[in-house]
């Protein structure tokens, strides 16, 4: 499959309780190439819509019985379909077990409660798929460093363990604030060291400075483990005016 290719298919799959951020996204994002599904625990329903997916993002609070099921569900679906991406976003789990086998079923795992934001769980939401969809897809080509289909794809490869931090800024210097913030949310923090690769997304409005986004690569470079490899690309995101989104996704070795 060519990564850059306008016939890429991506799907955003939600459980009942999230369906306020499907709409949101739906909303929100620009591409023509995403399909947006709140889906029951109807198994056959859920495999028809993995099945022409090459891309798969799944939206869940894993809380209540049904969602868990859904949620369950999707996620062996996944592991039977030839998907290219599967990522899950996770708005709460109380339900251990059920977060163990997403995270076992998916390539990227984000834990929205493992993160310190102040944005509402949707607009989160928006940026993860925003931010890694605009990667590969045309319509968002990255005009800073364009990272390279096979880069990719072993970064965000199954069998390894995935860790993703965020952070925000605006005002003096807001990019480098920014990946400075995401360098310290915890799952990056703790696991930067031992990383095999180390994929950084900046988001921007038009404004950002290229100068500043090269300089603020620089503690990443300096806290990466020397041995682990490291992309970074910048992208146009208007919806964010004054302030800078980024996403740190470490990728480690499962041991």
Known sequence: ??????????AVV????????????????RSTHIKYFVLDDTRDEIADVLRSADVVFMLTALTDAATCRTAHIIADCVQTENIFLTVAVIQSASNVDELRHVEQSFGVVIN????QLNQPAEKISYQIVHGI????DEEFY???????????????TCGKKTFVGFGEASGENPTIAAVNAALESPPVKNNL????????????ADSLLMLEANESTTPIYDATNPDGEFYWVVNHD???GEKIFVMIIVCVAES
């Open 112 to 115: 929205l409660a493992e993160q």
């Open 14 to 29: 939600g459980t009942a309780n999230v369906a306020q951020t499907v709409d949101f996204i739906a909303e929100h994002e």
């Open 193 to 204: 060291q031992r990383a095999r690769s180390v994929f950084m997304n900046i988001l921007g």
């Open 133 to 136: 969809h605009s990667v590969y």
């Open 142 to 156: 990255p005009y800073l460093m364009p990272v390279d289909g096979a880069d990719l794809l072993e970064l965000l």
């Open 1 to 10: 499959m060519t990564l850059y290719d306008d016939k890429l298919s991506v």
């Open 238 to 240: 208007d919806s964010l």
